[in-house]
């Protein structure tokens, strides 16, 4: 291809990619997001970034979570540095105290409390392990996605953890709706060579934000994580895998497993789902949180870690495959770096033009 050619194609390529969120685009404010885990919440205030804002999460005494932007307006003090006294948090440096609603009531150095003297709060609310705040301006017009199988744990197992990417949310939300990449990536992991070409459905709904993936590998063999936790090692398998966007902050992926030779409804189920929680720290920064459950071999707590740590040692070829790219992106000055899609990109291409109108109309 001769150079004026390949101009064109950049130029066409970076048009393209302007309709498309990326690590410049700003956030979806107007969401719930998850701040924490719930055992991660406690009298003792946690400091998290999110969305770019410093926060402040503590239990109160109710039981409930109080949430506030986690710098004073005196001297910016993080007021997760100060003193739980009940429902309220008095600043480390000059005593400002501050109620769940981030109003001031008192400063001890003056009787007045000056107008003004007031944080931002967040609504929080907790679902199951999930601790979810809403970072937008107005208050919240709808209740948190709510995922049934991660509170009724009943007939499921679970195990979950927090990760931590140095990358763009947006690559990860594309990475989940990317299946190709386990033959690559996962290579020693999850992933099998013929998993790539394997056929698949996507559904792709702008109107709602639903983009789902669902990919059928039959015949396959099962790698270790799961042929010797479902009993179906050395065997001719099918693995079948969805893999659904929920929300900017919350993805979810299903797969089940059986043995070719009998038919799938003679079988027992086999079957696991994988929260996988999306929380933006900053523009190349992001919390992971993981929680995964599965259907079959359930007292069996060796299974447990021995799947954990096989999961976790696949989601974190994940971040470092991101984490380098990300790294790679700063080599270029923002938005040249020109992508070139491949067929398969059709849903993480309709998510990300859909989360750029989200971000910026
Ligand atoms: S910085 Fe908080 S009271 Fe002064
Ligand atoms: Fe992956």
Redesign the pocket.
Known sequence: MDQPLMDRVREAALRLQGELADERTPFVYDEWYVAAFDHEVTRTPLARRILGVPVMLLRRTDGGVMALEDR??????P?SL?TVDGDHIV??????RFGCDGGCSS?PSQTVVPPGARVRSFAAEQLGPLVWIWMGATPPDREPPHLPWISDTEGWRASRERLYLRSSYVRLHENLLDLTHLSFLHARTFGTPDYASAPYESKIDAATGHFSLLRRVVPTRLPPVWAKPTGLEGVDAARITSSTFHSPALHEVHARFHACAIPEDEQPSRAIRTAHIVTPETATSTHYFIHHGRNFALEDGEITEFMHGQLLAAFQEDIDGLEAIERNLANYPPGTAHEISFRADGPSLAMRRWLKKRAVG
């Open positions: 004073c307006p005196h001297r910016s003090m007021l100060g600043c480390g440096y000059h005593g400002a400063v």
